[in-house]
């Protein structure tokens, strides 16, 4: 028990003098209670000894206020420690998840990931949220509160004061038991609970498909069993807890009779007063109110335990940029020096070589899953290479720090995610303090500016979550408007494989033309027509550049890119003018 509550402090982080603030509130407010005792003891006392003065219901009345007054004033300020501290601290965890995040190589980010952490940011860190601090609170008050009461007994008769003691103690070894029992169940039940974020996730991102397809029975299963899942594991847990929850009971029912034995047979035997023995028998029975509330709240903490535990795993997760430093590379030249990169097993690049003057235009083809996309990624640091470098401007890529890498590199990737706010703010999204003049002109240069201000809230208009209002081809003018007003360097383009109509297609080659006008450009190209205009093309197959040249050069060769040519030209009946 100890260890977790030692975790939900260390989690508290920044919070914790809040944390702390709020117990001594919850314990001066059982200081408080424990008054009423005293002005019980005056009531009680005057009713044995036939005290007929009425100053002692005042002076017990004056004590009756003051503890009701106290404990209000106490538990109103406790409370409101206690809720802050819960939003506060989990608001501080998120935030920390967002930033790391953004440091972790995207080779993390998969399905299961993707599941996980959506059910760590929401429910895993909404359980700690609510009950982290209350719980720990309750315990530690409810703890303190009964010792408290034990030492008062103690200072009143110490035989009774040892009854006590020992019962208490009889307690939180049940209790000590109950909560190592449910460690492991409270483990798998996180577990369960992620399965299950997972599920609803991949059943509402899926749904299209699902419909199209007319699968909709079938595509429940899976969520259905991990709902099921979610439900068996949650009733494990609790039915672990029920024997120690009856464990407890029975020491607090045994132990309340054998103080009110043990009172009875010190007054018979002449050895304890009426008045203390009624004191301390209802004494007794408040010892074992608080610990009980206290027992209650500490079966939440191994549950509490495991979310914590779930939420601090993000921070295993190594990051990439823990060396790096801001760097302002000399030029946008980029060089790849003997590259190796594979995913897992996968041998992505091997050897690979090339150099990328600053200033020139670059395209990458090749078939399908060669790698062109992996290639631009790893320049951009979303993974890093096993072995050989990259270079931005003569500095390995891994020198700088991420932020100060990317202040050099704009990324239009052939799948837009446009985030559900305004589309303002969608293309200010790499540059916050961008005025809005500047984003009209960024728009007005990606030919987008005119299909904006037709909307009736023009640049304000909200778009849905990944752009889904917008078209394919206006959602791509509006990510290559983001890209012009960053302005960096160096740009990696995925040219758009999906037809786009004529004369979306004229206006989004006009907008590409904007963005990579006097840059450095790598593109995925997809099109004849900007492959051919290219300073260089790169052929990757099979791990390796297989060609490199001019258009004019390779198509003079044998190989990939003359099959490349003659397929294009096959596929919209293009002919090649000369
Ligand atoms: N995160 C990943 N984990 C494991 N394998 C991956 C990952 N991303 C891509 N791959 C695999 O690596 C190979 C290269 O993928 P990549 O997307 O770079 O190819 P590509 O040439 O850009 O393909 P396309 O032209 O179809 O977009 C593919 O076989 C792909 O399945």
New binding site residues.
């Given amino acids: 028990m100890y260890g977790t509550l030692k975790k939900i402090f260390a989690f508290a982080g920044s919070k914790e003098g809040l944390l702390k603030k709020s117990l001594l509130f919850a314990f001066l407010s059982g200081l408080f209670a424990a008054l009423q005792f005293a002005a019980l003891f005056i009531v009680v006392e005057a009713l044995v000894s036939d005290n007929r003065d009425s100053r002692f219901i005042w002076i017990s009345l004056g004590i009756m206020a003051v503890s009701l007054v106290g404990r209000i004033i106490t538990t109103y300020f406790s409370t409101m420690e206690q809720t802050e501290t819960g939003y506060c601290m989990v608001a501080e965890k998120r935030i920390h998840i967002g930033d790391r995040l953004r440091y972790i190589p995207?080779?993390y980010f998969?399905k299961n990931s993707i599941g996980n952490i959506t059910a760590i940011v929401t429910t895993t860190l909404g359980d700690v949220e609510n009950s982290a601090a209350r719980v720990l609170v309750s315990v530690l008050g409810g703890f303190f509160n009964s010792v408290a009461l034990v030492i008062v007994l103690v200072v009143f008769d110490w035989r009774i004061g040892l009854i006590a003691a020992v019962g208490v103690l009889l307690y939180l070894a049940a209790a000590e038991l109950a909560l190592r029992k449910s460690e492991r169940l409270s483990g798998v039940r996180q577990h369960t609970q992620e399965s299950l974020v997972e599920s609803v996730l991949e059943y509402i991102q899926g749904m299209g498909i699902v419909k199209a397809f007319g699968m909709e029975k079938d595509s429940t299963q899976s969520i259905d069993s991990a709902i099921k899942a979610s439900c068996r594991d949650n009733l494990k847990l609790t039915k672990a807890s029920v024997p120690y929850d009856a464990l407890k009971q029975v020491v607090v029912r045994v132990f309340s009779v054998l103080l009110l034995l043990a009172s009875i047979y010190f007054w018979l035997n002449g050895s304890l007063s009426l008045a203390y023995g009624v004191i301390l028998v209802i004494a007794s029975f408040m010892v074992f109110n608080d610990l009980e509330n206290a027992g209650n709240m500490a079966s939440l903490l191994q549950m509490l335990a495991a979310s914590m535990d779930t939420a601090n795993s993000i921070d295993d997760t190594p990051v990439m940029d823990e060396k790096g430093a801001d760097v302002v590379p000399a030029s946008s030249e980029i060089i790849f020096d003997n590259v190796d990169f594979s995913?897992?097993d996968?041998k992505?690049l091997d050897h690979v070589s090339f150099t990328i003057p600053a200033g020139t235009t670059t395209a990458i083809v090749?078939?399908?899953?060669?790698?062109?996309?992996?290639?631009c990624?790893l320049i951009a640091r979303f993974w890093d290479v096993d072995a050989g470098r990259i270079t931005v401007g003569g500095k390995d890529v891994r020198d700088f720090k991420l932020d100060s890498l990317m202040k050099n590199i704009g990324m239009v990737f052939?799948n837009v995610y446009l985030f559900a706010d305004s589309i303002e703010n969608n293309i200010k999204f790499g540059c916050p303090d961008a005025t809005h003049e500047q984003v009209v002109e960024a728009a007005k240069k990606a030919c987008c500016h005119e299909f904006i201000s037709a909307l009736t809230d023009g640049y304000d208009t909200v778009i849905g979550e990944g752009g889904g209002t917008l078209s394919g081809g206006e959602k791509q003018r509006i990510s290559i408007a983001r890209a012009i007003l960053k302005d960096a360097p160096i740009i990696i383009l995925?040219e758009a494989?999906s037809s786009v109509d004529p004369e979306n297609e004229e206006e989004l080659q006009r907008a590409i033309a904007e963005l990579t006008h006097d840059k450095t450009i790598i593109m995925?190209a997809h099109r004849l027509k900007t492959v051919r205009g290219a300073d260089q093309i790169l052929v990757?197959d099979d791990s390796h550049i297989v060609q490199r040249g001019t258009h004019a050069e390779l198509i003079q060769q044998k190989g990939l890119y003359a099959d490349f040519v003659s397929e294009r030209q096959e596929a919209i009946g293009w002919k090649l003018a000369q």
Avoid: E, H, V, W
């Avoid at 090749?366 to 290639?375: C, F, L, Q, Y």
């Fill in positions: 995207m080779g998969n995913y897992a996968r992505i090749g078939p399908s899953g060669s790698g062109k996309t992996t290639m990624n052939q995925d494989t995925i990757l």
